[in-house]
């Protein structure tokens, strides 16, 4: 699709310009009716009343979380499915979210690792251990990656992380109620200070990535190519490899396992702009950090307190603890039909 | 004279004769009785095999009978059930599809089949144990009929299912853990033992409402083996020997999902059985599946009564999950397998 630049100057301004309606939504929506008055008042004031706490202490810290999240993991999927030029890849499918949460689980629940630091560094070790381990096993044999053998090895190990980590939560009860919905992909009741943490990492891999798009690009044409037009493709590949790690290892350090968005994104980011990776990441950014906003906002009020669903469930004869769904369950619901249509296309008889 | 006795034998039960594969079956029999003795016999009360072994036998001293007959065989029982049923499913998948790695969990049939149970136990208590195989089949069913039709696209090529398979996968797990938040009656530890797989809460009860499914189901599977054979050679020669291979491919998926969701109902979704066991037996027995089929299940149950055993008695008085023990023992097999099939291709 080719497109002249002046469209996907304005594309992208009005991705952005989602990205702001979103994220003052996330502040303004939600279980506490927020009125605009107070929204404002929040920025500034210093003697806060209950609704102006609110903001300011969750749904600030809260949004901010999901954009950073939803950035990096938009991203990550962009740069996996470019270097392994295959459409299915991403931090979900190829088991670096189940292998960097087991890692979190083993250290807080067998190591009593609590402090926000360690996690980060921990999830950092078992997302690279993890994607490593996939992208090794997959890429045996001499067809290489194919997108049914990273699918089925990614599943496979991801089957046997989770495995992991439930037994070990069933045998430590203590850690299990804090940590189960952390575990379903959750950003609720985190504290801006691991987000402070996490942000430098964060903004090296996005500035580094942005950098990586011509030579993404180039890559992704072949690798041949690349190097005939005097590319270090090794160099290439080590960096966006680190990117990704960071970037998806730190999102799961803070958010959880969030599946699917980074198999998403880059596809409607795709259609949007074509595959030219100097706009592509840009606007995977933006629609990434939308989407996670929009989904966090629909898992609010999926089972509000007095809403349709609740009233249902109440009548079922449930008693719900608990008064939202962790937004790792929205995007794996929703994401799920992208998929379909994806491997259904990927694989032709 | 000889050529009607050799035609007798190709009827007979497992296909045919085959003298080594008879052996093997007889050996992996033994070896069940003998892990079936140790593990009566372990446990908080240590009970000597040839003790434990007369007490099964109803000769023993009468408080060992008490914890045997109560406590320890219900469970017994139960894992080999399951591990028999979960390897004959994954064997029948991986002979349909064509593919090494498919099994039910991977392609989300035991996903669908855990989301309706988790359902029916948390929201609907009222309902006897006694429906939950049914249920746990009904989802098993939605899910496999979902994967067969999105994967339809003039047919229903494996490749196609496999993909989409793992996909329902991950849609069944959101919906597992929307449940779990959902649920107020079951405490989320609870939950999170049974979809780890456990046989730990096995009765006599439950044990007799599933023998009958996993007798039938596995009898129906060692019926359908002949047309697996075909299955297996690729739709071209299945056709051509005059199978109709759509219809036969619908009726041995539906056994082998009836299979697999059945134990699922039971000892929640154990991993990595239905993928192991089945290739353990066709490096045995080669992929004829009239010898497969019981060598497989022989495997299973092996593999999960032992899982059980280490589970319940390694870290004791900690009552683990087996389906741990299946997956730290599944995912060296898995690279294994991934290894080879990559280097032969």
Known sequence: ?????????????????????????????????????????????????????????????????????????????ALMQGLTRNPLASPGIFGINAGAALFVVVASSIFSVHSYVTFTWIAFLGAAISGGLVYLLSSFGKEGLTPLKLTLAGAALTA???????????SDEGTLDQILFWLAGSIVGRDLDALLYLLPFFAISWI??????????????????????GQKTGWVKAIAALCIILLAGGSVAIAGPIGLVGLIIPHIARFLVGSDYRWLLPYCAFLGATFLLLADIGGRYLIMPGGPLTELLVEAGARTTSDEVPVGVITALIGVPFFITIARRSISD | MKNTRSRLRNRSLFGQFHPPTFLIFLTLFFLCGGIMIVSVGL??????????????LGMGNPSDEVIIYTLRLPRLLMALLVGASLAASGAILQGVMRNPLSSPDIIGITGGASVVTIFFIAFLPQVATSWLPIASFVGGSITALLIYSLAWKKGASPLRILLIGVGLNAAANGLTTLLLILSPLYSANEAMVWLTGSVYSSSWNSVLT?????????ALSYFFSRHLNAQQMGDEIATGIGQ?????????????????SSAVAFSGPIAFVGLMAPHIARMITGPSFGRLLPIASLIGALIVMCADLIARTAFSPLDLPAGLFTAVLGAPFLIFLLYRSGSKT
Not at chain 1, 15 to 44: E, R
Not at chain 2, 244 to 260: F, K, P
Request: hydrophobic share 50%; aromatic share 8%.
């Open chain 1, 1 to 77: 699709m080719p497109l002249s630049n002046h469209y996907r100057i304005i594309g992208l301004l009005l991705t952005m310009v989602a990205l702001g309606i979103s994220f003052i939504a996330s502040l303004k929506f939600g279980l506490t009716h927020i009125n605009w008055d107070t929204l404002i008042d929040a920025w500034q004031s210093n003697h806060p009343n209950k609704e102006e706490l609110i903001v300011q202490n969750t749904r600030i810290p809260r949004a901010l979380i999901a954009t950073c999240v939803g950035v990096s993991l938009g991203m990550a999927g």
């Open chain 1, 160 to 170: 046997f992380f989770t495995t992991l980590t439930q037994g070990i939560l069933v």
């Open chain 1, 208 to 229: 580094c990535t942005l950098f990586l798009g011509r030579a993404m690009t180039t890559l992704t044409i072949g690798e041949n190519v690349a190097k005939g037009l």
């Open chain 2, 43 to 56: 446990g908080e009360m240590k009970i000597p095999p040839l003790q434990a072994g007369l007490a099964l």
């Open chain 2, 210 to 218: 599933f023998l009958p499914w996993a007798l039938s189901l596995l």
């Open chain 2, 244 to 260: 109709s291979v759509q219809w036969y491919r619908l009726i041995t998926i539906l056994v082998s999902i009836g299979l697999a």
